[in-house]
C-alpha cells in the first residue's frame, strides 16, 4: 500500500510539474501582451496592418527606432526631434495608428546606427521619451501566436489528462483505504469478542452533529445489562480512546 502511495505521489508530482511549466510559459507570454507600451512586447503591437515592411529600415548604418511618448510630448517631439541628434534622418518620423488608450504614442525615426544610443540616453534624460529596443521582423509575431495556441492546447489537454489520472488514483487508493478500515474492523472485532460464526455488519452515515446520538443509541441496544457506564466517547468515560460494546471504525468520505 505504502509503496503504491508513493508511485501515485511521483507520477503525480511530475505530470503536475510539466504542466505548472508550460503553464508559466504561456503566463510569461500572455504578460507580455500586457501593460502598457513602456513595458508590454511590441511585436504583438507593430505588425500589419499597423505597420507595413517598409517602415522600418536596417542597413550597415542606418537604422530605425521606436519611441514612446506621453501625451503630454507629442507637440515636442513631432516639432523638435530632428534636433536632438545630429544624425536623424530628417523627416522620418512617423507615428503609428496604435489604440491602446495608456497615454503614450509610438513614433519611428530612422537615424544613423552609431547614434542610437546617443539618441536613446538625451530622450531619456531631457524629454521623458522612451526609446524601446525592437527589430521588426514581420514573421515574429504569427510565430508568437502559434506558440501560444499550441501552448494554450496542451495545457488544456494536459489539465484534462491530469484531472482523469486523479479521478483514477482516487478510486484507487480510495478502494485500498476502505479495505484497510474494514481489516481493522474484523480485527478489533476478533480481538474483543473473539471468532464468531454470525457478525451483524452495517455502515451507517450520520447526518452532520448527530454522531453522539448514533453512538448512544446503538450503545443501548448492544450494551450489557448494568454496563452502560463502562461505553461513550472518550471524554464521556475519561480515558484516551473511544469505547463502545461494538467495533466501530470512522471513514472519512470527501
Not at 17 to 31: H, S, Y
Not at 166 to 193: E, P, T
Not at 199 to 223: E, Q, S, W, Y
Not at 246 to 251: D, K, R
Request: with cysteine; glycine share 4%; hydrophobic share 35%.
Amino acid at each position: 500500500m505504502h509503496h503504491r502511495v508513493m508511485l501515485i505521489e511521483a507520477d503525480l508530482r511530475s505530470k503536475t510539474q510539466a504542466f505548472q511549466d508550460k503553464k508559466n510559459t504561456l503566463n510569461q507570454i500572455i504578460k507580455k501582451e500586457g501593460g502598457n507600451l513602456l513595458t508590454r512586447d511590441l511585436t504583438d503591437v507593430l505588425k500589419k496592418p499597423v505597420v507595413d515592411d517598409s517602415d522600418f529600415v536596417y542597413s550597415d548604418f542606418l537604422t530605425t527606432a521606436v519611441a514612446v511618448v506621453p501625451k503630454s510630448s507629442v507637440e515636442n517631439w513631432e516639432n523638435n526631434y530632428e534636433e536632438w541628434n545630429d544624425y536623424i534622418v530628417p523627416g522620418t518620423s512617423k507615428r503609428f495608428q496604435v489604440d491602446l488608450k495608456d497615454g503614450y504614442f509610438l513614433y519611428r525615426v530612422i537615424l544613423f546606427k552609431n547614434s542610437l544610443e546617443e539618441f536613446s540616453n538625451y530622450c531619456k534624460a531631457h524629454q521623458k521619451i522612451t526609446i524601446r529596443e525592437f527589430n521588426y521582423d514581420p514573421q515574429e509575431s504569427l510565430r508568437n501566436e502559434s506558440k501560444k495556441n499550441i501552448l494554450k492546447t496542451e495545457t488544456d489537454q494536459m489539465t484534462k489528462s491530469i484531472l482523469d489520472l486523479c479521478k483514477k488514483y482516487f478510486s484507487d487508493l480510495y478502494s485500498a483505504y476502505i479495505h484497510l478500515k474494514v481489516l481493522r474492523l474484523l480485527i478489533d472485532s476478533v480481538l474483543r469478542f473473539g471468532v464468531k460464526e454470525k457478525i451483524f455488519t452495517c455502515c451507517v452515515r450520520p447526518n452532520d452533529g448527530k454522531d453522539r446520538k448514533i453512538h448512544a443509541a446503538l450503545t443501548k441496544i448492544f450494551a450489557e445489562p448494568g454496563n452502560m457506564q463502562m461505553y461513550g466517547t472518550k471524554e464521556e468515560i475519561d480515558d484516551t480512546e473511544d469505547f463502545f460494546p461494538y467495533a466501530c471504525v470512522h471513514i472519512s468520505i470527501p
